[in-house]
């Protein structure tokens, strides 16, 4: 096969890098007017509703712009061979660019946004030099072939339609591959120092280089096939049926967007208010100023103070700790040893929460937990008059959603399938032994908390989902991520507010029904959604007396749509600090508008700032000092990134810029933590983070303690990590622009 068709090759190549270079830079342009557009139109209430719409404008304006372009590039293509006229070469070409951009772009665009979005980060370190050129030797070689069979079967008889195809696999192939390549080897975050015009000229330069040599490679298809005979071009027939799959496959298209924004405003099917437990401490009203700020919070609504008398039991680490700061022992699956061992513990009941519950077989922490599990139906069956009334299992899990396919909550099966395998029976009659699942209803918001109840009594708030992400790759051959993160063990009063949390999540679920026979190879024929989960406790642990179990103040704090009880004493808690706040999070985010920062900074601004970002400014007008250890990588590396710059603008316009430190986290992290004066802890799943930090946001669950142990621990394992990372340097466009207040 040729490189390119036999006719003037310059005058060729010219001709296709010109019209490449308009199509872009028209698609940026209507992009960027689409987008304000939505941002205009679509209420600040409603950010899921305004990042889809936002999405399907853009790229609606990169289809619209890619056809433009293919109908420039006609007279470059070898179509006049075939016997088509000029208007028909224009028309059947720009169709070909037009569609292979619908029909690629929508799900490739959603999957790359929800993958960095969701997954938090974990995928960051991975971003190396061969994974990315794999990426986009994937993603162009895709759009190659899409484009070489859509211009073939509109210009050419269908049995030579693999000729175009395959120029057009191999011409984008190559340059994504290499394109890949030199971003791996460059670097993301020294790419992102360029600025925006850098950024875009680079683009620029991509996409004309893809086109060129893919194009060139698809015109010498054409031009070989023209050879062969004098009756190569597509019957009027063909070109008519070909306009038609074209036309239904773009309203599939169409329809995969309708179906995520319909996603976005899925909300659950039971909407009842949370659940007040009942009074069963007295706690006097602390004097702590910390304590204080929150617990003003906390009781609203006639819900009782359940926040003394409780005792701290210690910390789980993800991996695992370091002898630097924890006199901990590491195991070999870090923090989730020490859930299996709770859970294996229990004597009523078992009741865990989570987000997501990685597909995972054998190697994963999900066969960790289940195993703790298993152990606990052994202890159960082998006296089960230890056991009275029998043990209750529920595992509810966060309606996580699967990019590839728009499929949310899938991994309620893997849960399933990680139990049976393990030998645990859903049900057992004999000993009174009942296990369920069940997956949120909703999807925007889906439930993002995670915790841990055992018997009513025992409590543990976490920030790490159930992924091998989290796993220490030492002891488990490289499997795990090593994405650092914290739980929080807690026994007393509090235990009975994590009980009602855990309740309001079963509540809003739905529960797995599985037939009788079904093993962990039948989980997704055997089982099926039943109804909603009712919240009963069969062992009556919501209706035990309540226990002092020691002397520490323990808040549970809880959010959801309808009820930011979290937010507010978040807040109330950064408002009562005197002396410094440090934070370690993943997430440090504007509002969603902000991701279009890298279009024009002054896209954000001080108004897009977070309630948690404004009382950080008030807290540095006090005199406090703000250490933040954040993450660098990913999606949302370039959210920290803009988050960063714009509270740095704000802290700059009062002269306070030495009140905040910032550095980046050496390695993946995954924590949701604050110390506030050295004394509050507060830990759980909270980001600081749009997506939880809206009225219509994610649940999220965090325990603020101000158990002496617990901040101490956390100072030394926070000096250690801080003295780590590196400063975080920002390129000066993204910092230097905007407004400042």
């Known amino acids: 096969m040729r490189l390119l068709p036999r006719h003037s090759p310059p005058a060729h190549l010219g001709r296709l890098a010109l019209s490449a270079l308009a199509g872009f830079l028209l698609a940026v342009v ?18 899921y ?6 999405t399907l404008a853009a790229l609606g304006s990169v289809v619209l712009s890619f056809g433009l372009a293919g109908a420039l590039s006609a007279r470059a293509l070898p179509l006049d061979r075939l016997g088509l006229t000029p208007g028909q070469a224009r028309a059947r070409a720009g169709i070909a660019s037009g569609v292979t951009a619908g029909l690629l772009v929508v799900p490739v665009g959603g999957l790359m946004g929800l993958a960095g979005v969701y997954r938090g980060g974990a995928l960051g370190d991975a971003l190396g030099a061969s994974q990315l050129a794999l990426l986009a030797l994937a993603v162009c070689a895709l759009y190659g072939l899409i484009s070489g069979v859509v211009l073939g079967l509109l210009t050419l008889r269908a049995g030579l339609a693999w000729r175009p195809a395959l120029g057009g696999l191999l011409g984008f192939g190559g340059v994504g591959a290499l394109g890949g390549a030199l971003l791996g080897w460059v670097g993301v975050p020294d790419v992102l120092a360029g600025g925006g015009w850098a950024l875009l000229g680079l683009l620029a330069v991509f996409v004309v280089t893809s086109q060129v040599v893919g194009d060139s490679a698809i015109a010498a298809g054409i031009d070989a096939a023209a050879d062969s005979s004098r009756h190569d071009a597509a019957q009027d027939r063909q070109v008519k049926l070909t306009l038609a799959a074209l036309g239904l496959a773009l309203l599939g298209v169409w329809g995969v967007g309708e179906r995520a924004v319909n996603f976005v405003q899925t909300r659950p099917a039971r909407a009842e208010p949370l659940a ?91 066969a960790v937990l289940a195993r703790g599990v298993a152990e606990l139906y ?21 309606n996580f959603p699967q990019a590839a396919n728009l499929e949310w909550g899938a991994q309620v099966y893997a849960a399933t399938r990680d139990l049976l395998a393990a030998g645990v029976p859903l049900q057992d009659d004999r000993v009174g032994w009942r296990v369920e699942v069940a997956n949120y209803a909703g999807t925007f918001p889906h439930s993002h908390a995670k915790l841990l109840v ?13 992924g091998p992400g989290h796993l220490p790759s030492a002891t488990t051959r490289g499997h795990g991520g090593d994405l650092r993160d914290l739980g929080l063990r807690f026994r007393g009063p509090v235990a009975r507010d994590g009980l009602t949390v855990f309740d309001d999540l079963w509540t809003r679920s739905t529960t797995l029904e599985c037939l009788p026979g079904v093993t962990a190879r039948t989980v997704r024929s055997l089982c099926r959604g039943a109804g909603p989960g009712e919240p009963t406790h069969p062992q009556g642990t919501d209706r035990l007396p309540l226990t002092r179990a020691g002397d520490v103040r323990a808040f549970s704090l809880y959010r959801r ?26 997430s440090f985010s504007m509002d969603v508008r902000c991701n279009l920062a890298l279009l024009n900074p002054r896209l954000c601004t001080s108004q897009d700032a977070l309630p948690w970002m404004r009382a950080l400014v008030r807290a540095a007008e006090r005199g406090v000092t703000i250490r933040a250890l954040l993450y660098e990588h990913s999606f949302l590396g370039l959210e920290n990134r803009v988050g960063l710059a714009v509270l740095r603008r704000k802290l700059r316009a009062r002269g306070l810029e030495g009140r905040l430190q910032a550095r980046w986290f050496r390695g993946g992290l995954h924590a949701k933590t604050m110390l506030v004066d050295g004394r509050m802890l507060t830990v759980g799943s909270q980001n600081l983070h749009y997506s939880s930090w809206t009225p219509r946001g994610l649940n999220e669950y965090t325990v603020a303690t101000t158990a002496s142990e617990a901040a101490r621990e956390y100072a030394r394992e926070f000096a250690f990590l801080w003295a780590q990372g590196r400063p975080a340097e920002l390129p000066g466009w993204l910092e230097g622009s905007g407004q400042g207040d």
């Open 30 to 47: 209507l992009a960027r007017g689409a987008v304000s557009v939505v941002l205009a139109v679509v209420p600040p209430g409603q950010p």
């Open 49 to 54: 509703v305004r990042a889809a719409l936002g």
């Open 276 to 366: 007040v437990p009942a009074a069963g401490v007295t706690c006097a009203a602390p004097t702590d100023p910390l304590e204080l700020a929150v617990w003003r919070v906390t009781p609203r609504g006639n819900r009782p103070d359940l926040s003394c008398g409780n005792a701290f039991l210690g910390f789980l680490h993800t991996p695992n700790p370091d002898p630097a700061f924890s006199a901990q022992p590491p195991t070999p699956h870090g923090g989730f040893d020490g859930l299996a061992a709770q859970i294996a513990g229990a004597r009523r009941e078992v009741l865990y929460a989570v987000m997501e519950w990685a597909d995972d077989p054998r190697r994963g922490p999900g």
């Open 378 to 398: 052994g202890r159960v069956r082998a006296d089960p008059a230890a056991f009275e009334g029998g043990v209750t299992v529920r595992v509810a899990l966060g």
């Open 454 to 466: 055992t018997d009513g009594t025992d409590l543990t708030v976490m920030g790490f989902n159930v």
């Open 561 to 586: 749509e309808g009820f930011q009880m979290a937010d507010e004493a978040l807040v109330s808690l950064l408002d009562a600090a005197r002396e410094r706040v440090d934070l370690m999070h993943v």
